[in-house]
């Protein structure tokens, strides 16, 4: 069976190309990197959130942060621990700009690109300051084959 991380991560790279467009939520009309995290978890492990109100800079995440936090998500403690297929990775990405990635396969992570205006996969390591990584939580039949 399949891990939720890894149908996480399968998900997101079915969005590779996908025009960027943001607070979009439809793959026809553009999605930015909210909309593929919340895509992502939804269709990969059944997880909905709701990331509150957000522009393109921010000055406070603390929203978007505890509904992650709430989430059937896991904060993984150390930023620098290697990243697995799924995890959603929070990164600064300039002054009051945020960004959201999600860990594939083979060191790459997939997001929205603004000024590309799609949505990519890039190689590692990422160029950005971590600053949470959060990992969809297993569910209970993930847990049951491994005993």
Known sequence: MIQTGEAVASFAETLIGTPFRLHGRDPKTGIDCVGVVIMSLASGAGINIDPGSYDLRNLDISSGCLAADS?????????????EPGDIILVKSGPAAFHLLIASFADQFIHAHAGLRRVVSMPGPL????????RPLRTKSELVEET
């Open 71 to 83: 989430a059937n998500l896991i904060k993984v403690a150390k930023r620098t621990e290697p990243t």
């Open 127 to 134: 160029r950005w300051p971590v600053i949470h990584i959060w």
